[in-house]
């Protein structure tokens, strides 16, 4: 069973035991290649996931009908460097997103991301590399990490999501700063990325809880006029 250790030593606390019963085993690998992936968070940013689905789609073909790929087949570096940025245009990236995925292209082709040491690296020498790129910052590299990379031990501490969790698990009175989140982290830091995932859990689960209390309020409210 994948991440089980993580799951053994997770389930000593009582507030992720709840959560692992309720949510069952962790979803941690996108199953991409880095170069797919990295191209996936860039068309990502900023738009809705069933926006951004459908414009990665039209990249995707864009390569498909010039090569005569494979529906499956995602391009290599050296075909996006080769596509005209009009092209990637009519194809609903925006200019800005374009030019990053032509930076992240060029990275890969002239080294400057070396993406077949990712395996040897460590976390901070592959944030380090995909930061180079325009338009990826540290939380894409954290998701890379988590969900590429498949690294257990990474914590987002910037991710809004996972401060949240962290308030609802803890029952903190306010958002906590990065230092506090290592510090309670500290008894299973090592497999960081697999409660991270949990959190997510957590943070969602009160957000829903949030929503289906307002409503309550405003039924109550309906019915008394």
């Known amino acids: 069973m994948a ?3 993580s799951l053994k030593l997770l389930k000593k606390d009582k507030r992720f035991a709840a959560l692992i019963k309720e949510h069952g085993a962790p979803q941690l690998s996108r199953e991409m ?3 797919q992936s990295l191209v996936r968070s860039i068309v990502y940013q900023q738009v809705s996931g069933k926006a951004a689905a459908t414009i990665l789609a039209r ?4 390569f498909q009908n010039r090569a005569g790929k494979g529906k499956n087949k995602f391009p290599a570096p050296e075909e996006v460097l080769a596509m005209p940025l009009q092209k990637m245009r009519e194809a609903g990236l925006s200019s800005q997103k374009s030019s990053y995925i032509k930076d992240l292209a060029e990275k890969f082709v002239d ?4 993406h077949k040491k990712f395996a040897k690296m460590t976390n901070e020498e592959v944030i380090e590399h995909v930061t180079a790129v325009k338009g ?3 939380w894409t590299a954290h998701m890379f990490l988590i969900f590429t990379l498949e690294r257990l031990d990474v914590l987002p501490t910037g991710d809004l999501g996972i401060q949240k969790g962290f308030q ?7 958002l906590p700063t990065p230092a506090q ?6 008894p299973w830091r090592e497999h960081a990325s697999v409660a991270s995932w949990y959190l997510w859990r957590a943070a969602d689960g009160a957000k829903l809880i949030k929503k289906e209390t307002q409503k309550k309020k405003l039924s109550k409210k309906a019915k008394i006029r």
């Open 111 to 114: 080294g400057t991301v070396q």
């Open 33 to 35: 290649k880095p170069f």
């Open 181 to 186: 989140m290592e510090k309670l982290a500290t």
């Open 3 to 5: 991440h089980e250790a």
């Open 168 to 174: 609802v698990l803890f029952n903190l009175k306010k």
């Open 136 to 138: 990826i910052g540290v």
């Open 59 to 62: 990249f995707e073909v864009l």
